[in-house]
Protein backbone atom coordinates (compact mmCIF):
# COMPACT_ATOMS: atom_id res chain seq x y z
CA UNK A 1 0.00 0.00 0.00
CA UNK A 2 1.32 3.26 -1.28
CA UNK A 3 2.41 6.16 1.30
CA UNK A 4 2.44 10.09 0.97
CA UNK A 5 5.66 11.12 2.26
CA UNK A 6 5.25 14.74 4.31
CA UNK A 7 8.02 17.08 5.91
CA UNK A 8 7.49 16.88 9.63
CA UNK A 9 6.87 20.43 9.42
CA UNK A 10 3.92 19.94 7.13
CA UNK A 11 2.13 17.51 10.41
CA UNK A 12 -1.40 18.93 10.94
CA UNK A 13 -2.32 15.67 13.61
CA UNK A 14 -5.82 14.42 13.76
CA UNK A 15 -6.60 13.35 17.05
CA UNK A 16 -9.21 10.18 16.85
CA UNK A 17 -9.43 9.06 20.43
CA UNK A 18 -6.91 8.84 23.49
CA UNK A 19 -7.69 6.46 26.08
CA UNK A 20 -6.75 5.28 29.70
CA UNK A 21 -5.61 1.92 29.09
CA UNK A 22 -5.52 -0.55 32.50
CA UNK A 23 -4.78 -3.95 31.57
CA UNK A 24 -5.04 -6.58 34.73
CA UNK A 25 -2.11 -9.30 35.40
CA UNK A 26 -2.61 -12.26 33.07
CA UNK A 27 -4.90 -10.84 30.62
CA UNK A 28 -4.29 -11.77 26.78
CA UNK A 29 -6.19 -9.23 24.14
CA UNK A 30 -7.41 -10.20 20.65
CA UNK A 31 -4.59 -10.02 17.80
CA UNK A 32 -5.93 -6.98 15.90
CA UNK A 33 -4.57 -4.46 13.42
CA UNK A 34 -5.72 -0.59 13.89
CA UNK A 35 -6.09 1.60 10.37
CA UNK A 36 -4.91 4.83 11.89
CA UNK A 37 -1.58 5.43 13.95
CA UNK A 38 -1.23 4.59 17.98
CA UNK A 39 1.29 6.46 20.46
CA UNK A 40 1.36 3.73 23.68
CA UNK A 41 3.10 5.50 26.47
CA UNK A 42 3.55 3.15 29.66
CA UNK A 43 2.40 5.29 32.64
CA UNK A 44 3.29 1.84 35.50
CA UNK A 45 3.45 -1.67 35.65
CA UNK A 46 4.52 -4.16 32.47
CA UNK A 47 2.76 -5.33 29.85
CA UNK A 48 4.19 -7.02 26.35
CA UNK A 49 3.45 -6.07 22.78
CA UNK A 50 3.30 -8.93 19.81
CA UNK A 51 4.09 -6.67 17.03
CA UNK A 52 4.59 -8.37 13.50
CA UNK A 53 6.77 -11.19 13.92
CA UNK A 54 8.82 -9.73 17.40
CA UNK A 55 8.01 -9.53 20.86
CA UNK A 56 8.56 -6.14 22.86
CA UNK A 57 8.55 -5.41 26.78
CA UNK A 58 6.78 -2.11 27.92
CA UNK A 59 7.95 -0.25 31.44
CA UNK A 60 6.97 3.01 32.91
CA UNK A 61 8.94 5.65 30.07
CA UNK A 62 8.49 2.68 27.13
CA UNK A 63 6.47 4.44 24.00
CA UNK A 64 5.39 2.13 21.13
CA UNK A 65 4.20 3.22 17.71
CA UNK A 66 1.83 1.11 15.94
CA UNK A 67 1.19 1.98 12.39
CA UNK A 68 -1.52 1.04 10.33
CA UNK A 69 -2.66 -2.57 8.89
CA UNK A 70 0.20 -4.34 10.88
CA UNK A 71 -0.30 -7.21 13.22
CA UNK A 72 -0.43 -6.28 16.93
CA UNK A 73 -1.50 -8.23 20.25
CA UNK A 74 -0.94 -7.06 23.59
CA UNK A 75 -0.89 -8.88 26.93
CA UNK A 76 0.01 -8.84 30.18
CA UNK A 77 1.94 -11.84 32.69
CA UNK A 78 2.63 -11.14 36.73
CA UNK A 79 2.17 -7.26 36.38
CA UNK A 80 -0.83 -4.77 35.82
CA UNK A 81 -0.14 -2.26 32.97
CA UNK A 82 -1.13 1.34 32.96
CA UNK A 83 -1.18 3.20 29.61
CA UNK A 84 -2.10 6.29 28.08
CA UNK A 85 -2.96 5.64 24.40
CA UNK A 86 -3.45 8.26 21.33
CA UNK A 87 -5.40 7.23 17.86
CA UNK A 88 -4.30 9.66 15.46
CA UNK A 89 -3.41 10.41 11.54
CA UNK A 90 -0.60 12.77 10.51
CA UNK A 91 -3.10 14.28 8.37
CA UNK A 92 -6.34 15.68 8.92
CA UNK A 93 -8.43 13.27 6.69
CA UNK A 94 -10.44 13.71 4.14
CA UNK A 95 -14.37 13.20 5.34
CA UNK A 96 -14.74 9.96 3.34
CA UNK A 97 -11.80 8.16 5.08
CA UNK A 98 -12.68 9.53 8.48
CA UNK A 99 -14.37 6.65 10.80
CA UNK A 100 -15.11 7.02 14.46
CA UNK A 101 -12.66 4.82 16.85
CA UNK A 102 -15.02 3.96 19.50
CA UNK A 103 -16.87 2.06 16.21
CA UNK A 104 -14.45 0.51 14.82
CA UNK A 105 -12.08 -0.24 17.69
CA UNK A 106 -13.97 -0.57 21.34
CA UNK A 107 -17.32 -2.34 18.85
CA UNK A 108 -16.16 -5.52 17.96
CA UNK A 109 -19.65 -6.71 16.84
CA UNK A 110 -19.96 -5.23 13.42
CA UNK A 111 -23.42 -4.85 11.63
CA UNK A 112 -23.32 -5.18 7.84
CA UNK A 113 -23.39 -2.09 7.56
CA UNK A 114 -20.59 -1.38 9.67
CA UNK A 115 -18.57 -4.09 8.01
CA UNK A 116 -18.95 -1.90 4.92
CA UNK A 117 -16.92 0.60 7.02
CA UNK A 118 -14.23 -1.71 7.88
CA UNK A 119 -13.76 -2.87 3.86
CA UNK A 120 -13.12 0.86 2.92
CA UNK A 121 -11.04 1.61 5.60
CA UNK A 122 -8.18 -1.17 4.59
CA UNK A 123 -8.23 1.49 1.48
CA UNK A 124 -7.68 4.43 3.05
CA UNK A 125 -4.71 6.89 2.62
CA UNK A 126 -1.43 6.03 4.57
CA UNK A 127 1.17 8.69 5.64
CA UNK A 128 4.45 9.00 6.19
CA UNK A 129 6.68 11.91 7.87
CA UNK A 130 10.38 12.34 6.46
CA UNK A 131 12.60 14.01 8.74
CA UNK A 132 11.13 11.66 11.46
CA UNK A 133 12.37 8.12 11.37
CA UNK A 134 10.63 6.76 14.61
CA UNK A 135 10.71 2.92 15.63
CA UNK A 136 7.75 0.80 16.90
CA UNK A 137 9.33 0.91 20.29
CA UNK A 138 10.76 3.53 22.18
CA UNK A 139 12.31 2.96 25.85
CA UNK A 140 13.34 4.98 28.90
CA UNK A 141 11.91 8.40 27.94
CA UNK A 142 11.92 11.17 30.65
CA UNK A 143 8.60 10.60 32.27
CA UNK A 144 8.72 14.02 34.13
CA UNK A 145 7.96 15.38 30.75
CA UNK A 146 6.13 12.75 28.92
CA UNK A 147 3.96 11.88 31.76
CA UNK A 148 2.14 15.14 32.21
CA UNK A 149 1.85 15.37 28.55
CA UNK A 150 -0.02 12.44 27.73
CA UNK A 151 -2.80 12.94 31.21
CA UNK A 152 -2.94 16.59 29.81
CA UNK A 153 -4.17 14.98 25.82
CA UNK A 154 -6.29 12.10 28.18
CA UNK A 155 -8.22 14.98 29.71
CA UNK A 156 -8.70 17.55 26.80
CA UNK A 157 -9.65 14.36 25.11
CA UNK A 158 -12.30 13.73 27.67
CA UNK A 159 -14.10 17.53 27.41
CA UNK A 160 -16.34 18.23 24.56
CA UNK A 161 -15.44 22.14 24.15
CA UNK A 162 -13.65 23.21 21.27
CA UNK A 163 -10.78 25.20 23.22
CA UNK A 164 -9.77 21.61 24.25
CA UNK A 165 -9.46 20.47 20.54
CA UNK A 166 -7.55 23.03 19.91
CA UNK A 167 -5.40 22.17 22.97
CA UNK A 168 -5.42 18.56 22.73
CA UNK A 169 -3.35 19.15 19.01
CA UNK A 170 -0.89 21.49 20.58
CA UNK A 171 -0.11 18.96 22.75
CA UNK A 172 0.59 16.22 20.36
CA UNK A 173 2.75 18.36 18.78
CA UNK A 174 4.58 18.89 22.02
CA UNK A 175 4.25 15.07 22.32
CA UNK A 176 6.06 14.86 18.97
CA UNK A 177 8.78 17.74 19.78
CA UNK A 178 9.90 15.57 22.67
CA UNK A 179 10.20 12.41 20.88
CA UNK A 180 12.57 14.23 17.95
CA UNK A 181 14.50 15.60 20.97
CA UNK A 182 14.78 11.91 22.30
CA UNK A 183 15.64 10.67 18.99
CA UNK A 184 17.86 13.31 17.36
CA UNK A 185 20.61 15.88 17.93
CA UNK A 186 19.81 19.57 17.46
CA UNK A 187 21.17 19.17 14.00
CA UNK A 188 18.93 16.37 13.29
CA UNK A 189 21.39 13.94 13.57
CA UNK A 190 20.17 10.48 15.02
CA UNK A 191 21.36 9.85 18.31
CA UNK A 192 23.38 6.60 19.10
CA UNK A 193 24.43 5.97 15.91
CA UNK A 194 28.60 4.34 14.33
CA UNK A 195 28.44 7.34 11.88
CA UNK A 196 26.64 10.20 14.34
CA UNK A 197 29.96 12.15 14.37
CA UNK A 198 30.72 11.98 11.05
CA UNK A 199 26.98 12.89 9.75
CA UNK A 200 26.91 15.30 12.10
CA UNK A 201 30.48 17.24 10.62
CA UNK A 202 28.61 16.86 7.25
CA UNK A 203 25.42 18.52 8.41
CA UNK A 204 27.46 21.30 10.19
CA UNK A 205 29.25 21.76 6.91
CA UNK A 206 25.99 21.84 4.94
CA UNK A 207 24.57 24.81 7.53
CA UNK A 208 27.67 27.00 6.74
CA UNK A 209 28.39 26.50 2.47
CA UNK A 210 24.63 25.53 1.77
CA UNK A 211 24.66 28.49 -0.72
CA UNK A 212 28.24 26.77 -2.79
CA UNK A 213 27.27 23.98 -5.17
CA UNK A 214 27.28 20.64 -2.96
CA UNK A 215 26.85 17.11 -3.64
CA UNK A 216 27.14 13.56 -1.96
CA UNK A 217 30.26 12.88 -3.96
CA UNK A 218 32.03 15.92 -2.34
CA UNK A 219 30.79 15.46 1.64
CA UNK A 220 31.67 11.45 0.93
CA UNK A 221 35.30 12.71 -0.29
CA UNK A 222 35.71 14.81 3.13
CA UNK A 223 34.42 11.97 5.27
CA UNK A 224 36.63 9.33 3.79
CA UNK A 225 34.12 7.46 2.63
CA UNK A 226 32.62 5.99 -0.88
CA UNK A 227 29.47 8.15 -1.89
CA UNK A 228 26.86 5.23 -1.92
CA UNK A 229 28.59 4.05 1.71
CA UNK A 230 28.27 8.02 3.14
CA UNK A 231 24.66 8.52 1.26
CA UNK A 232 23.19 5.25 2.89
CA UNK A 233 24.52 6.17 6.37
CA UNK A 234 23.63 9.85 6.04
CA UNK A 235 19.86 9.06 5.30
CA UNK A 236 19.84 6.54 7.60
CA UNK A 237 20.63 8.98 10.92
CA UNK A 238 18.84 11.64 9.63
CA UNK A 239 16.03 10.51 7.89
CA UNK A 240 16.60 12.25 5.20
CA UNK A 241 19.12 12.05 1.98
CA UNK A 242 21.41 14.84 1.50
CA UNK A 243 19.58 16.70 -1.27
CA UNK A 244 16.34 16.80 0.67
CA UNK A 245 18.82 18.09 4.02
CA UNK A 246 20.24 20.52 2.07
CA UNK A 247 16.94 21.74 0.53
CA UNK A 248 15.55 22.49 3.90
CA UNK A 249 18.42 24.41 5.17
CA UNK A 250 18.29 26.45 1.26
CA UNK A 251 14.12 27.17 1.93
CA UNK A 252 14.50 28.09 5.42
CA UNK A 253 17.56 30.82 4.55
CA UNK A 254 15.20 31.70 1.69
CA UNK A 255 12.39 32.21 4.13
CA UNK A 256 13.77 34.51 6.47
CA UNK A 257 15.34 36.46 2.98
CA UNK A 258 12.20 36.65 1.71
CA UNK A 259 10.39 38.33 5.06
CA UNK A 260 13.50 40.53 6.21
CA UNK A 261 15.16 41.76 3.11
CA UNK A 262 13.72 43.45 -0.37
CA UNK A 263 15.94 41.17 -2.60
CA UNK A 264 14.19 40.24 -5.40
CA UNK A 265 13.17 35.74 -6.17
CA UNK A 266 15.65 35.37 -8.15
CA UNK A 267 18.32 36.97 -5.80
CA UNK A 268 17.21 35.24 -2.70
CA UNK A 269 17.50 31.35 -5.36
CA UNK A 270 21.16 32.91 -6.32
CA UNK A 271 21.57 33.67 -2.56
CA UNK A 272 20.54 29.76 -1.33
CA UNK A 273 22.39 28.56 -4.17
CA UNK A 274 20.02 27.89 -6.70
CA UNK A 275 21.10 29.67 -10.03
CA UNK A 276 17.52 28.66 -11.84
CA UNK A 277 14.69 30.79 -10.53
CA UNK A 278 12.13 28.70 -12.04
CA UNK A 279 13.56 26.08 -10.37
CA UNK A 280 13.76 27.69 -6.86
CA UNK A 281 10.05 28.86 -7.33
CA UNK A 282 9.24 24.77 -8.24
CA UNK A 283 10.85 23.24 -5.00
CA UNK A 284 9.92 26.40 -2.66
CA UNK A 285 6.04 25.74 -3.53
CA UNK A 286 6.44 22.05 -3.08
CA UNK A 287 8.07 22.46 -0.14
CA UNK A 288 5.80 25.06 1.14
CA UNK A 289 2.66 24.68 -0.56
CA UNK A 290 2.91 28.43 -1.50
CA UNK A 291 5.66 30.07 -4.20
CA UNK A 292 8.19 32.59 -2.89
CA UNK A 293 6.34 35.79 -4.16
CA UNK A 294 3.29 34.79 -2.75
CA UNK A 295 5.25 33.59 0.92
CA UNK A 296 6.55 37.25 1.41
CA UNK A 297 3.19 39.08 0.27
CA UNK A 298 0.85 36.90 2.95
CA UNK A 299 4.32 37.05 5.72
CA UNK A 300 4.17 40.97 4.57
CA UNK A 301 0.40 41.35 6.28
CA UNK A 302 1.47 40.26 9.63
CA UNK A 303 5.01 42.16 10.20
Known sequence: MNKTVIPIQNVSPYIRYVNDFYCPAGIAHNERIIFDCEFMFCLGGEGHMRYDTKEYTLRRG???????HVSNQFYTAGHDFHAHCIHFDWMVPEEADNFMAQQVYVNRNYSREEMVVIN???KRPLWDVSGLSLPCFLSGLDCDIMEPLFKDIYHCFCRMDLASRIRERALFMQILSELFVARYTESGIRRGQYHQSTVTDAAEYLKLHYAEPLNVTLLAKRA?????YFGIQFKSITGLAVHEYLLNIRIQHAKSL??????????VAERVGIEDVFYFTKLFKRHEGITPGRYRKRLAEFV
Open 120 to 122: RLN
Open 62 to 68: DLFYLSP
Open 224 to 228: GLSAK
Open 258 to 267: LLHTSLKVEE
